[in-house]
Every structure is written in structure tokens, then in C-alpha cells.
């Protein structure tokens, strides 16, 4: 199974409960090939839960966003491979070194996998940014173009970022490396972010760049998850 070829859609399976996440991987079936796990369920389901995913051949975007020393950060992406991830996330705040070492334990383990590097949380704004790196600093827009490329040169095979800086990392990255795009809200789901504040309907990230797309609550807490899905695939058709 290769969750970067087909259907654009990953769907977050940002459940707290694993019988609830594995029960909507039931319900969603055939419709959706590729699920997100984050920091939520795998702290509390574990490796097991991953590999339950990957033995029914579905592709898992591990969304864990390592960030230590690269040594660390080595170890931990073979333990992620080990597990049969296709994505996997690394903070492109770690640095070159780091980056580079995440890359390597990719190319060693044979797996094609891919490293992507997160530029800038969508929960964060300029306001936040200056609180974090000080007065006169750099923008949110200038600090993702500049992660993405320290990302890109030192191995990551793509990017994670909001739609708003779809555009510019497409154009400073090329056609093939994958961006993928959280945040994404369908233009007739409810308006609930849960802190993203650079958000974008499934149609708007993908004209401005993004070559995948994450949906969560618009798909998970949908009365009819698989006809949500169906949805927004009319949406971006159309």
C-alpha cells in the first residue's frame, strides 16, 4: 500500500480512544487508504495500533514530529520504519544535523518511506512567533520559507505547512516533493479549529500547492464519516 499515490486524502484519526479510531477505520473501509496518527492515540495505543493499520496494508502518516539530538532522532525514525510507516514527521526547527540523520536512517532501512519536515504549527501566528523568537524576528511567511529550505537541503523528502504557505513552498520546492496541507476544513463542516488558525477548504490547499490534504473532525465526528469523505471528494471535483 502507498499512501502518496491515489486519493490525496489522509484522514487524522485523532481519537483518544483505539476502539473508537479502529472503528472508524471500519466504517470508512475501502473509501480512504491513508490515516494519521498523532502524539494522542500512539501515547496512549502504541506501536500496536500502528501495526494493526499496516497489516490490513493501509498506509500510516506517523505525525509524531521528532525534534532532539540527532542521534535520538535517528533511533527514533528506524523504530517508526520498523512499525511500516509511509510518512513520518520531523520539526524543522531541529536543524541540518538532525534532519540529515533522520534522512540517513530512512536510506539505511530501504524503505520508501518519506521524512517530512514541519515548518510552522498551524496553531501559530506572527504574534506567537515573536513571543517565541523575539521582537523584530522574522515572519511567520519568511520563518517557513526558510525552514522548509534548511528542511529540503538537509534531506527531507517533503514538507508539512498550512495551505497559506502552499503557494510559496511549491514554488521554492518544485513539482515532486510532497506538501501536506493540515488544517483542512470542507467549506460545510462547522468552523471548529481547536487552535489552527491558518486553515483552508479541501479546493483552496490544493490550487495553492498541496499535494495531501489532512481531515479530521470533518470526517471522524461526521454523522456518515463515509459520505462525508464522498463529499469532500465532490468538493475538490468540482
Do not use: N
Request: charged share 20%; glycine share 10%.
Amino acid at each position: 500500500m502507498d499512501g502518496l499515490t491515489g486519493s490525496p486524502l489522509i484522514v487524522a484519526l485523532d481519537h483518544r480512544d483505539p476502539g473508537a479510531a479502529l472503528a472508524c477505520v471500519e466504517v470508512l473501509g475501502k473509501d480512504v487508504r491513508c490515516y494519521k496518527v498523532g502524539s494522542v492515540l500512539f501515547t496512549r495505543a502504541g506501536p500496536a495500533l500502528v501495526r494493526r493499520l499496516t497489516d490490513r496494508r493501509l498506509g500510516v502518516f506517523l505525525d509524531l514530529k521528532f525534534h532532539d539530538t540527532p542521534v535520538t532522532v535517528a533511533g527514533a525514525v528506524e523504530s517508526a520504519l520498523d512499525l511500516g510507516v509511509e510518512l513520518l514527521t520531523v520539526h524543522a526547527s531541529g536543524g541540518t544535523a538532525m534532519i540529515g540523520a533522520a534522512r540517513s536512517a530512512v536510506d539505511r532501512s530501504g524503505s520508501p518511506a518519506r521524512l517530512l519536515a514541519v515548518t510552522v504549527l498551524t496553531s501559530l501566528g506572527d504574534a506567537e512567533l515573536e513571543q517565541i523568537a523575539g521582537p523584530g524576528s522574522r515572519t511567520l511567511a519568511e520563518s517557513v520559507l526558510a525552514l522548509a529550505r534548511l528542511a529540503l537541503d538537509a534531506g527531507a523528502h517533503g514538507l508539512v505547512a498550512s495551505a497559506g504557505e502552499a503557494a510559496a513552498l511549491r514554488a521554492l520546492a518544485g513539482l515532486e516533493p510532497p506538501i501536506v496541507v493540515p488544517g483542512i476544513r470542507p467549506s460545510w463542516s462547522a468552523a471548529d479549529h481547536r487552535g489552527q488558525v491558518r486553515t483552508a477548504t479541501p479546493a483552496e490547499a490544493l490550487r495553492a500547492g498541496a499535494s495531501h490534504l489532512v481531515l479530521g473532525r470533518a470526517v471522524t465526528q461526521a454523522p456518515d464519516p463515509a459520505d462525508a469523505v464522498r463529499r469532500i471528494r465532490a468538493e475538490i471535483a468540482a
